[in-house]
């Protein structure tokens, strides 16, 4: 069975000026265990996506499902709570999930080595680099034990350096805790790099035109041949698309 | 691992070097210089100006005496507390302040919590409060000594009235720009009704809230000078009391000395709250660190 099941889903919103169509009859499905990239230019409904399955939002038709499993998402942004460390910060989710006191400074600590933060609990956010923080929210989404996490654009402000480090360690965590993994993103190379299938999006609305398997040869790398090839591809059908929307 | 050492090695040099050796006595005794000399600074003008005021002989006429220099005006204030008299008046309007502000704290904090959670009073209450906080409280006092008579609970509802409304503002306020990337972080964690409050929302207002709550204080100060030169209670010594019986026996002198006091005062308690403002902002990197 499918970790997430999107099934003609579409979903329209009220605007001042009419009805805008998101999303268009898209239909989806994430096998437990898989890491999928969604890319599209502006306006491809990505983060409307994100939202529905993630239980914010409710489509208009067409069925998501998730099999009860618990979602965790991510956003561009760590959206950290200023006034907490960042050990609470994560402390924070558990507590939420009512995680025993005894357990959760454990849990905590966990966590943080996980992402290779441990030593850095005492600190705030604003004391961290972007890269740092981002891997803090890491370990609070990981924090809710989700089984599937969902990431809208989560290395999307970090410069290339700690971006290139950040998929590494996010392909470690996945392959450790059997994550299923909906990635959203700008960049045809990340999307290739991370992804086990990336799907392609169109712009207003959303419908998915193009999916590209990318079959596991061995460790990968943002550079390797691969990576590039299937990059380069993306970017045809996105430009393709993108020049349907010029006049 | 390579990647292991990298990450870290990155994480180190982007938290840049630590911060300086300079020993603790030093560096309290530079951030006690950096406290106190625009303090002696303003002192300073204040004292200055006086004696300018006094040299101007402003109404023509300095063989009356009708305003004694800076020197003079702080022997007298000397003189006052000396004798106690100062002290008590003190005491009195300082125990009205605590009163009537701890009454505006409870009775803000519990408007401004329910206005907050429930909205159809939000539009409502809401446009009373902000009325309320730009009606200048001198305005209340014949409602306030029709409704209580010429007694300390005249003082006090015009206090409460004049510094409660910006506390609940700004406990509105606080809740109202609760930033929306964190309530969607809190609620994905699972945080609900309470648990969202007392984790996120009200931590999340609290800088807000001490801005109200300063606000406040500044109008309750200013109201109760104004109660307090209103409302003239028999046999009690209050700094207002000073204030008129200076102006009945056309005490120039005396009237800067206890003006100096209130101001002081109030620049004092207002200090309070500005280093609690800035110890928060501190602890949550919202001041710019070359301030900090």
């Given at each position: 069975?499918?970790a ?8 329209a ?10 999303l ?8 437990p ?6 890319i ?7 983060s409307?996506?994100?939202n529905?399955?993630?239980?914010v939002?409710r ?80 370990a609070?989404?990981?924090?809710q034990?989700?089984d ?22 996010l ?14 993103t ?30 596991r ?7 390797s ?23 | ?7 870290h090695?990155?994480d180190s ?29 303003a002192?300073?003008?204040?004292l200055?100006a ?6 101007s002989n ?5 063989a ?6 800076p020197?003079?005006?702080m022997?007298?204030l ?12 003190i ?5 009205r302040?605590?009163v ?19 909205p ?8 009373i ?8 409280s ?52 699972g945080?609900r ?15 807000s ?9 500044a109008f ?15 046999g009690?010594?209050?700094?207002g009391?000073?204030l ?18 209130i101001?002081?005062?109030?620049v ?15 602890r ?9």
């Amino acid at each position: 069975m499918a970790a997430v099941e999107l099934t003609g889903v579409s979903k329209a919103y009220r605007t001042g000026r009419g009805e805008l169509l998101a999303l268009d009859d898209v239909s989806l499905s994430v096998r437990p265990g898989e890491f999928v990239c969604l890319i599209g230019a502006s306006g491809c409904g990505k983060s409307t996506l994100l939202n529905l399955v993630a239980g914010v939002d409710r489509p208009t038709a067409g069925r998501v499902g998730t099999g009860g499993r618990r979602v965790g998402l991510m956003f561009q942004e760590p959206a950290l709570f200023p006034w907490l460390t960042a050990g609470r910060n994560v402390e924070l989710a558990l507590r939420a999930r009512k995680v025993p006191r005894q357990e959760r400074r454990a849990r905590t600590a966990g966590l943080l080595d996980t992402v290779r933060l441990a030593g850095f609990g005492d600190k705030r956010p604003h004391e961290l680099s972007g890269g740092m923080r981002q891997r803090v929210a890491l370990a609070r989404a990981l924090a809710q034990d989700a089984d599937v996490l969902l990431m809208d654009e989560p290395f999307g402000a970090l410069d290339a350096m700690t971006r290139d480090l950040l998929h590494d360690e996010l392909e470690r965590i996945c392959a450790e805790r059997t994550l299923t993994v909906l990635f959203v993103t700008h960049n045809v190379r990340e999307a290739a790099r991370l992804g086990d299938r990336v799907i392609v999006l169109s712009s207003r609305p959303g419908r998915v035109i193009g999916e590209y398997p990318v079959p596991r040869q061995g460790p990968r790398r943002i550079d390797s041949a691969q990576v590039a090839r299937i990059a380069a591809t993306l970017t045809d059908t996105l430009r393709e698309e993108m020049g349907r929307h010029g006049h | 691992m390579a990647t292991d050492q990298a990450l870290h090695g990155l994480d180190s040099l982007e938290l840049g070097p630590l911060a300086s050796q300079e020993s603790g006595a030093r560096r309290l005794a530079r951030r006690g210089w950096a406290a106190t000399w625009p303090k002696l600074l303003a002192a300073a003008l204040v004292l200055g100006a006086w004696q300018l005021f006094y040299l101007s002989n402003f109404h023509g006429d300095s063989a009356s005496h009708l305003v004694g220099d800076p020197a003079q005006g702080m022997g007298n204030l000397w003189d006052q507390l000396v004798r106690g008299q100062l002290l008590a008046a003190i005491g009195t309007t300082m125990e009205r302040a605590l009163v009537g502000y701890t009454l505006s704290v409870v009775v803000g904090v519990i408007v401004g919590a329910i206005v907050s959670r429930i909205p159809p009073l939000r539009a409502a209450i809401g446009s009373i409060i902000t009325g309320l906080t730009t009606m200048p409280s001198i305005a209340w006092f014949p409602f306030a000594i029709i409704l209580f008579g010429l007694t300390d609970s005249a003082i006090l509802f015009v206090v409460v009235l004049g510094s409660a409304p910006s506390i609940a503002n700004g406990l509105i306020a606080g809740v109202d720009y609760t930033p929306p990337l964190l309530l969607r972080a809190g609620k994905m964690m699972g945080l609900r009704s309470f648990a969202l409050y007392r984790y996120l929302i009200m931590p999340a207002s609290l800088p807000s809230f001490v801005a109200g709550l300063k606000q406040g204080w500044a109008f309750a100060w200013r109201s109760l000078m104004a109660g307090e030169l209103v409302v003239q209670i028999a046999g009690s010594l209050s700094l207002g009391v000073l204030l008129n019986g200076d102006q009945e026996q056309l005490d120039l002198t005396s009237a800067i000395s206890v003006m100096i006091v209130i101001l002081l005062i109030g620049v004092v308690v207002d200090g309070l709250f500005t280093k609690v403002d800035l110890a928060i902002r501190n602890r949550r990197g919202l001041l710019d660190p070359a301030i900090a």
